[in-house]
């Protein structure tokens, strides 16, 4: 579970950078950096709202295993 301040500061991130947020968030190579890639070439607002409500309203932990590993991952 990430800490309080993991996710103040992946929403700052989303915010300035959508992809980058959720890249951060869910890894590079994932179905919602992609989603929220094309939401930001189309609209800089769309791209904003799918990465708040990716950071903030999708579980990491269902979907992880190590092949989607995020960049900052270090194990327990």
Known sequence: MPSRCEICCEILIA?????LG???RHGCC???????LVLTLLG????????L???VFI???EYFDEY??????APA
């Open 15 to 19: 915010v300035l950078i959508p992809p």
């Open 22 to 24: 959720v890249c951060l």
């Open 30 to 36: 994932t179905v919602e950096f992609l989603i929220c």
């Open 44 to 51: 800089y607002l769309p791209g904003i709202i799918y990465a």
């Open 53 to 55: 409500y990716a950071i």
């Open 59 to 61: 579980d990491r932990d």
């Open 68 to 73: 989607r590993r995020p960049l900052y991952y």
